[in-house]
T-cell receptor, first 116, second 116 residues
């Protein structure tokens, strides 16, 4: 009964490959997010979707493409992986944050991506 | 624009001692403020949040934080540290308005070590 789940937990791949990370939430939330945590543990938002609509798109290379097939899922596809993409990627969800910005975000366990 | 500064990347205390983790924020709109905890190899868990009600906010595991507008601070405290409190703590700010769609901006994190 995990609230926010991510697969895979670990991902090791070669430079130039394309990979996807999946995220699912069973909390009935409307808004989902992707964050990147770098080697210094700095967390930065990448994308946010509300009811399958993109609402936040930070300055992220267009090799990163989020896709939300329904409001319970937000997947992250990364093309042409680079060494600098190595990081921990966290998915999160919250109730609708397009109106109430105090809503708590619930985080998944993270996907540890290592690009060789 | 919003930002968070956490003073001290590492804090070390003895078991039973006071825990004080510092957070200062900058926000062009009234802020919502959050403290999250991250245990090794896990996602982030909300400890507490300030949403413009009471300035002294109580959270889980005996933690509390006080919002001080004049000092633009939201420091996290716990009267008596426990070994299980050892983790990394993140302060985050969300604008209560504007076009940020409630985007969370995180500080750089503070690692808390608790000695027996």
């Amino acid at each position: 009964d995990t609230a926010v789940s991510q697969t895979p937990k670990y991902l090791v791949t070669q430079m130039g490959n394309d990979k996807s990370i999946k995220c699912e939430q069973n909390l009935g939330h409307d808004t989902m997010y992707w964050y990147k945590q770098d080697s210094k543990k700095f967390l930065k938002i990448m994308f946010s979707y509300n009811n399958k609509e993109l609402i936040i798109n930070e300055t992220v290379p267009n090799r990163f493409s989020p896709k939300s097939p329904d409001k319970a899922h937000l997947n992250l596809h990364i093309n042409s992986l680079e060494l600098g993409d190595s990081a921990v990627y966290f998915c999160a969800s919250s109730q609708d944050r397009t109106s109430d910005y105090s809503e708590t975000q619930y985080f998944g366990p993270g996907t540890r991506l290592l690009v060789l | 624009a919003q930002s968070v500064t956490q003073l001290g990347s590492h804090v070390s205390v003895s078991e039973g001692a006071l825990v004080l983790l510092r957070c200062n924020y900058s926000s062009s709109v009234p802020p919502y403020l959050f403290w999250y905890v991250q245990y090794p190899n896990q996602g982030l868990q909300l400890l507490l949040k300030y949403t413009s009600a009471a300035t002294l906010v109580k959270g889980i595991n005996g933690f509390e934080a006080e919002f001080k507008k004049s000092e633009t601070s939201f420091h996290l405290t716990k009267p008596s540290a426990h070994m299980s409190d050892a983790a990394e703590y993140f302060c985050a700010v969300s604008g209560a308005g504007g076009t940020s769609y409630g985007k969370l901006t995180f500080g750089q994190g503070t690692i808390l070590t608790v000695h027996p």
